[in-house]
């Protein structure tokens, strides 16, 4: 296809090889020997009505069980151009070319049990963000990342460099991630935490710095101040479509003060 005499099809085609050789950069780096297997299988179908177009992926991961290991498929998609143009109504705006849409379903047996891991701990995605300035430096974040992670320190990596440090900081401070770490070469690490600037140091002194931090217990939250529930602070909302009278209003407040 990169051969064709049609120069829409080449183009195409090298794009597409060009997508494919950095989703596997990525996979090279982002795991370890062994963790990541890609399979490529023409015969895959998945939910066919709504991914019709040619490409779709499962992403499954091997889970330990009693006797032994069992393999779950967490989520599945593909491409569904059609079935947007099928849905799309006469009113609706049309794109001024085609578009590759790309969309995924998760089981809900799987958020329940993400929901449940997690509604224990602090609503933050991770403790630390790592990126890199001006360059990729891909290899030198993942490595990071990965003694961070060995650390128990939950860590999200951003694999193109940022230009500019106020705006990933905004978005730390937006998304509630405490630790901003930008690379800057192979051992040379810049660490800010809530915004504030620690300084380059080596990547184990940065891995031992937020380790310190999450190790540190933490203070009790002061119990706020409890009060009864009465019909002055709190907002009822009456299933109706219109609001009840006042008289009406009355009898229902009374009827509760009894019970």
Known sequence: MMRSKDEKVSESAKIAISELEHIMELLVHAATPGSVEVLFDGS???NPSTFSDRIVFLLSCTLPSKRRTIEVTVLGGGRYD???RKELHPQDLRPAHSLCLIGMS???NVLADIKKKFSDEKLSLCDALVCSYSSPLLVEKFELAKLLRNSGVRTD???EPVSGVPDIL???LRSNIENLLIVFGKDEVLVMSNAVDHGKMAF???VDRLKKRSDEPTSQKSQAVTSPATFA???IIYATGERPALN???KIEAKHFAR
Do not use: Y
């Open 106 to 108: 998760i089981s809900l």
């Open 233 to 235: 602070n709190c907002a």
């Open 44 to 46: 895959l179908v998945f």
């Open 82 to 84: 059609s079935l947007l």
């Open 248 to 250: 009406t209003k009355k």
């Open 204 to 206: 184990a002194a940065a």
């Open 170 to 172: 905004e978005h730390c």
């Open 157 to 159: 990596i951003m694999h």
